[in-house]
């Protein structure tokens, strides 16, 4: 009689490389679309959308706050995921949005900023990606 033999596991492809805790990716946009950085309920679809162009899990609904005054005012996006979160900070006097994405599942980088600076219509960005993990306790 023969035993079923088990399939190896697939290697996980959000697994972060060894010692890293998570990943980081912020994405500053300027020369956005207006409409979108000034209407909460565009911003909140943005990030719904988000959480499955990288392949998350939301935990909750979106959180939308507007404060600040003059070149300060604006909407700030918080969509928590099950791994951690995505913000978008959306400044209506310059036009300008401040995005970080944070978790501790890996994801594709190059997906999230394409997808964002479509969806915000930005004539111009830069990113920062950089893996994160806590320092070593001294023994």
């Known amino acids: 009689m023969s035993t079923p033999t088990q399939a190896p596991a697939a290697a996980d492809p959000y697994a972060l490389p060894d ?12 020369g956005c679309d207006p409409a ?5 309920t565009a911003l909140a679809e943005w ?23 003059g070149a300060l005012y604006g909407h700030t996006v918080i969509q928590l995921i099950t791994t951690s979160s995505i913000m978008v900070h959306a400044v209506h006097e310059t036009l300008t949005a401040y995005v970080n ?6 994801f594709d980088v190059a997906s999230a900023v394409n997808f964002t600076v ?10 920062h990606d950089q893996l994160r ?5 001294d023994s």
Not at 19 to 30: K, N, P, Q, S, V
Not at 133 to 137: D, E, I, Q, R, T
């Open 47 to 69: 990030a719904r959308h988000l959480v499955d162009e990288i392949g998350m899990t939301p935990y909750g609904q979106p959180i939308i706050q507007t404060f600040g005054d």
């Open 118 to 127: 479509r969806a915000f219509g930005a004539r111009a960005h830069t990113l």
């Open 36 to 40: 979108m950085i000034r209407d909460q």
């Open 19 to 30: 010692g890293a805790w998570g990943r980081e990716l912020t994405i500053d946009l300027a």
């Open 101 to 106: 994405v944070f978790s501790c599942r890996d």
């Open 133 to 137: 993990a806590a320092p070593p306790l």
